[in-house]
């Protein structure tokens, strides 16, 4: 726990995906780039699998051409690897959730 938030980590998109199923979580910081399962397809399962799924933040190192963003398309926030800090990624948990982003379909 930090600042009273619970962190759940999984190691790879296929057990983070379980993770989310079994956990229920509020909010979801995905890495587009990881093993077994990458980000984009964490994505798609969740939203087959969640009429009404968690805020969902994405970290990538990758340059997002036009594509790459619509299939982003519905998420809470993109933030780049690159200098990405603590109070930047909390931000963008607060901004997303507060909006209330990840609800319903993309």
């Known amino acids: 726990k930090h600042d009273g938030t619970e962190v759940i980590e999984a190691p790879d998109g296929m057990a983070g995906l379980q993770r989310i199923g079994d956990d229920h979580p ?12 990458d980000g984009f397809g964490v994505l798609d399962a969740l939203r087959v699998q969640h009429g009404v799924r968690p805020v969902i933040v994405v970290m990538t190192s990758m340059a997002l051409d036009e ?13 780049p690897k690159s200098g990405l800090t603590q109070e930047a990624v909390q931000a963008a948990l607060a901004g997303a959730t507060a909006a209330g982003a990840g609800e319903g379909e993309p």
């Open 26 to 37: 509020d909010a979801v910081i995905l890495d587009l780039q990881m093993p077994v399962m």
């Open 67 to 79: 594509a790459l963003r619509q299939r982003l398309s519905g998420v809470g926030a993109i933030l």
